[in-house]
């Protein structure tokens, strides 16, 4: 069945340059070239769901637009998303308005907190995913490049999230430009985090976190497993760490580990859980370390802290290891916690 179209339709001279101008005088653009999304683009992307065109799933902050199947399809053309890959763009989507993920408060924080896409499943490679060398940017897979930009862009139009308006962020982030990566399952010694999030090997999961930036973790000395454990605990947690000071909220700390490094901690972590456990043992600074008004300030409530510790997170499960990225064995990075944000895990419904 053809799907009827009720979006409000504009003509725009065939020259490409003319829809980026519109894109940009209008305010819908990212400043990026755009797609345009003629009825049978938008209509192929359709057919990809079993979702009607009208259906709406939810409404996006920080204005509330209405986030119809065919206003997430509009946006997705014009990210350049193939319609094989439209079903994940869709189940970011209901993630990020999902209301355990917080979305009134990242569209309008003044961080840069924004929705991170983690792709679990068998359609990583055939949609262009990346989770080898490069996979936070640079990798240039179509999948990882247009589904992040589509659902910034749903951000952006069905929300209306903008910079210096609705909302306050101070610097923003490069991920607010849309960021996709997925998970190097056959390299990792635990299970995927779907599968640790109650999905099957064989399905195909969409995983949204609010990520306030790339902390990167350098470590070329250590190589024993608990060194290099250590060494990632005491590096994710930093004296200035937003989770510090407000009392080490429920948000999860995403620790991307690079397949050399997931191999060696491995031998020693079989379990996912204990590896998690020693994270969050050695993700503390010491009280005596900050001066005294802000000692007192942390203590009064505003910090979780034990035994002259400052703890980053309240519970090991708040530690989220990711096997991905390249074969370089020094780096990891940590996608720190925007705070009470919880993530969200979807399965991706095709047609």
Not at 119 to 147: E, F, H, K
Not at 279 to 302: C, K, N, T
């Amino acid at each position: 069945m053809t799907a009827t179209l009720t979006a409000e339709r504009q003509e725009v001279d065939i020259d490409p340059m003319s829809l980026i101008d519109l894109s940009l005088d209008q305010g819908w653009g990212d400043g990026l070239p755009v797609v345009p999304p003629t009825d049978a683009r938008i209509r192929a992307l359709l057919d990809a769901t079993p979702y009607p065109a009208d259906r709406v799933l939810g409404v996006m902050p920080p204005r509330f637009g209405p986030a119809t199947v065919e206003a997430v399809a509009i946006n997705a053309v014009l990210a350049g998303v193939q319609p094989q890959a439209f079903p994940l763009v869709l189940a970011a989507v209901e993630g990020v308005l999902a209301d355990d993920f917080a979305a009134v408060a990242i569209t309008t924080t003044t961080s840069g907190a924004h929705p991170m896409l983690i792709v679990n499943g068998p359609t990583r490679d055939a949609l262009g995913i990346d989770y080898q060398g490069g996979c936070l940017g640079g990798a240039a897979g179509r999948g990882s490049m247009s589904i992040g930009r589509a659902v910034s862009l749903v951000l952006r139009n069905v929300g209306g999230q903008r910079a210096n308006a609705t909302t306050k962020s101070v610097f923003g982030q490069p991920a607010r430009m849309g960021l996709c990566f997925a998970e190097w399952e056959e390299r990792s010694p635990w299970p995927s985090l779907a599968e640790r999030r109650g999905f099957g090997a064989d399905q195909e999961v969409v995983t949204v976190h609010a990520g306030i930036g790339t902390h990167a973790l350098y470590d070329d000395h250590n190589t024993a497993p608990e060194a290099k454990a250590y060494m990632l605990a005491k590096g994710m947690c930093y004296v200035c760490n937003s989770c510090i000071q407000s009392g080490s909220p429920t948000g999860e700390f995403v620790l991307l580990i690079n397949p050399v490094h997931a191999e060696r901690l491995g031998k020693q972590f079989g379990q996912i859980d204990q590896l998690q456990e020693y994270l969050w043992e050695h993700a503390w600074q010491p009280l005596d370390l900050f001066l005294p008004d802000f000692q007192e300030y942390l203590l009064d409530g505003h910090g979780t802290v034990e035994a002259g510790k400052v703890r980053l997170a309240k519970s090991p499960a708040q530690f989220v290891p990711i096997v991905c990225g390249g074969l370089g064995s020094h780096q990891s990075v940590m996608l720190n916690s925007f705070g009470h944000s919880l993530m969200q895990s979807n399965l991706c419904t095709h047609a």
